[in-house]
């Protein structure tokens, strides 16, 4: 069975301090990869996704960064957080073709800038 | 723009009925999801539509029109455990998930 791996499920950075988050799948070939950011009370604001290794889109413009360097590794980064960085960060996974399927998410990392 | 409604808090007593709306204004339809999120946890999924109509799956069931850009999630003889937050989904014409802000329901013994 497929699974997904997150970590760390907290963190407390201070501002200008860089953001390594990093995600795992395991159980499945060539998976989509997301990376989300959930503000307290908002949706989910999709960040980053990947087709493939080395494949990156990214849907907001920021002081954040993606990566993939194997094909179910994918990170987060950032080199300095602002204070607004802060919030609930999902990874998730999705089968290709995903048009009619769902996508499976990480446990999230809790990310706090103070 | 694009934009999914929903309400932002419910309140049920356990054993009963409820019913969370979303509505949707989307640059394309590609199917509508509805996940469960339970606080400082991840999403989980609970169902998908792409026709109209009604799919059950045991306590929960979700509804669609198309033609109204409307869906409803509806959990039947609730229990505790159903305190969390729906989120609903939209696929686009992209493919692209478009996230609804979710509506927390509190359940009530």
Request: hydrophobic share 35%; with cysteine; net charge neutral.
């Given at each position: 069975?497929?699974?997904?791996?997150?970590?760390?499920?907290?963190?407390?950075?201070?501002?200008?301090?860089?953001?390594?988050?990093?995600?795992?799948?395991?159980?499945?070939?060539?998976?989509?990869?997301?990376?989300?950011?959930q503000?307290?009370?908002?949706g989910?604001?999709?960040?980053?996704?990947?087709?493939?290794?080395?494949?990156?889109?990214?849907?907001?413009?920021?002081?954040?960064?993606?990566?993939?360097?194997?094909?179910?590794?994918?990170?987060?980064?950032?080199?300095?957080?602002?204070?607004?960085?802060?919030?609930?960060?999902?990874?998730?996974?999705?089968?290709?073709?995903?048009?009619?399927?769902?996508?499976?998410?990480?446990?999230?990392?809790?990310?706090?800038v103070? | 723009?694009?934009?999914?409604?929903?309400?932002?808090?419910?309140?049920?007593?356990?054993?009963?009925?409820?019913?969370?709306?979303?509505?949707?204004?989307?640059?394309?339809?590609?199917?509508?999801?509805?996940y469960?999120?339970?606080?400082?946890?991840?999403?989980?999924?609970?169902?998908?539509?792409?026709?109209?109509?009604?799919?059950?799956?045991?306590?929960?069931?979700?509804?669609?029109?198309?033609?109204?850009?409307?869906?409803?999630?509806?959990?039947?003889?609730?229990?505790?455990?159903?305190?969390?937050?729906?989120?609903?989904?939209?696929?686009?014409?992209?493919?692209?998930l478009?996230?609804?802000?979710?509506?927390?329901?509190?359940?009530?013994?």
């Amino acid at each position: 069975s497929q699974t997904i791996h997150q970590w760390p499920a907290t963190l407390v950075q201070p501002v200008g301090s860089p953001l390594s988050l990093e995600c795992t799948v395991e159980g499945t070939s060539n998976p989509n990869l997301y990376w989300y950011r959930q503000a307290a009370g908002r949706g989910l604001q999709l960040l980053f996704y990947s087709v493939g290794i080395g494949q990156i889109s990214s849907e907001v413009p920021q002081n954040l960064s993606a990566s993939r360097p194997q094909d179910r590794q994918f990170i987060l980064s950032s080199k300095k957080l602002l204070l607004s960085d802060s919030g609930f960060y999902l990874c998730a996974w999705s089968v290709v073709p995903d048009r009619d399927t769902e996508a499976f998410f990480g446990q999230g990392t809790r990310l706090t800038v103070v | 723009g694009q934009n999914i409604d929903q309400p932002t808090e419910m309140t049920a007593t356990e054993g009963a009925i409820v019913q969370i709306n979303c509505t949707y204004q989307t640059s394309g339809f590609n199917g509508l999801f509805w996940y469960q999120q339970h606080a400082g946890e991840a999403p989980t999924f609970l169902s998908y539509n792409v026709l109209d109509g009604l799919e059950e799956k045991g306590r929960f069931s979700s509804f669609l029109s198309r033609s109204k850009g409307y869906s409803y999630l509806l959990l039947k003889e609730l229990q505790m455990k159903d305190s969390a937050s729906y989120l609903c989904a939209v696929r686009d014409s992209n493919y692209q998930l478009i996230w609804g802000a979710g509506t927390k329901l509190i359940i009530k013994p």
